[in-house]
Nanobody, 125 residues
Framework: QVDLVDSGGGWVQAGGSLRLSCGASGRTFSRYAMGWFRQSPGKEREFVAYISGSGTSTYYADSVKGRFTISRDNAKNTVLLQITGLKPEDTAVYYC??????????????????WGQGTQVTVSS
């Protein structure tokens, strides 16, 4: 069992930056791959970024490459999503998620067993 708590969202102007944080409970955090997803009204939840349990492997949705950076600190049971160059289309509720430590299905919502409660990011033009 892993409990996840998302934080760090807010309102920013286009071009601004935010750092989202996800704190996890439990002593086996490093065994889980972590992902960030987002969901805007009327749309399905979509993959944003993935990081392996060790933190050595990452990948991103094409729409966020070069602007978003995922990282983790296993000693602190934390995963971060640094966001720069925000665009209005980035407006969404952002969720962190924990799942099995392999990547072939990690872009899929169904890969993940545990989810945070979400944090709202609003970008104004």
């Amino acid at each position: 069992q892993v409990d996840l708590v998302d934080s760090g969202g807010g309102w920013v102007q286009a071009g601004g930056s935010l750092r989202l944080s996800c704190g996890a409970s439990g002593r086996t955090f490093s065994r889980y791959a972590m992902g960030w997803f987002r969901q805007s009204p009327g749309k399905e939840r979509e993959f944003v970024a993935y990081i392996s349990g060790s933190g050595t492997s990452t990948y991103y949705a094409d729409s966020v490459k070069g602007r978003f950076t995922i990282s983790r600190d296993n000693a602190k049971n934390t995963v971060l999503l640094q966001i720069t160059g925000l665009k209005p289309e980035d407006t969404a509720v952002y969720y962190c998620a924990a799942g099995p430590n392999y990547s072939y299905s990690a872009r899929l919502v169904g890969h993940y067993n545990y989810w945070g409660q979400g944090t709202q990011v609003t970008v104004s033009s």
